[in-house]
């Protein structure tokens, strides 16, 4: 499956931003970075969701760019794919199609760029969860999973939620059949988590597409 993109390339034409771009991607643009998602018509087994882009994810119009993000080094260490994606300088058309080919999407919450999460507004992550229920209706992933548990708290006034599988019953308009995930944030700054533990998390996630929605752990 050859991936067809609207993607626009990164605006720093294959360079790293320096200190000065960087501040030049905090504006309010609401669509700071295109989303990595498989041809229409393709299989989206598993759409991930991060809170907003960075500034570097910004600037680059790559996803989890940002150097020291753990993001691809886990998910290669789980299997997902098949080397360490570097979308530091942008996000090569090979590896955009080698993540449309695992059937794997990538989106926001919050399409805003900030360059921590918590800049967000209660107000931004709540439109965001709204519109991110109206876009898994429409998309139809296998399994969705949100990478933050904060922001997802917040986003669907669920303050006692915890990482892992959820019950899609307690979101709101949540489409049926769809399973829903909660991931650790794989930003630097989480001190928490590793490489190694972030890549246990998302191969539970993948095993999820695996076996698909008609054979839930939980009804056994």
């Not at 390339?9 to 669509?31: E, Q």
């Not at 886990?74 to 997902?80: I, T």
């Amino acid at each position: 499956m050859e991936a067809t993109t609207s993607r626009r390339p990164s605006p720093l034409a294959g360079r790293k931003p320096t200190r000065d771009d960087l501040a030049r991607f905090a504006t309010d643009d609401p669509n700071a970075i295109d989303d990595v998602l498989p041809p229409p018509g393709s299989p989206l087994n598993l759409l991930i969701v991060g809170i907003n882009p960075g500034l570097w994810t910004a600037a680059v119009n790559a996803p989890f760019a940002r150097p020291g993000n753990r993001f691809w080094p886990s998910l290669y260490k789980a299997g997902l794919t098949d080397h360490v994606v570097d979308a530091s300088v942008g996000l090569l058309r090979e590896d955009e199609e080698h993540v449309a080919q695992r059937g794997i999407g990538i989106t926001n919450l919050v399409g805003r760029a900030t360059a921590r999460a918590d800049e967000l507004s209660t107000d931004e992550l709540r439109a965001g969860g709204a519109m991110l229920v109206r876009r898994v209706a429409d998309l139809r992933p296998t399994v969705v999973a949100i990478a933050g548990i904060t922001a997802f708290r917040t986003a669907f006034a669920l303050p006692k939620a915890r990482l892992g599988e959820q019950e899609p019953d307690a979101v709101a308009g949540w489409p049926s059949g769809v399973r829903l995930f909660v991931v650790p944030q794989p930003s630097g700054l989480n001190a928490h988590e590793t490489i190694d533990t972030l890549a246990l998390r998302w191969r539970e996630v993948w095993v999820a597409t695996e076996r698909g929605i008609d054979d839930d752990p939980r009804d056994h």
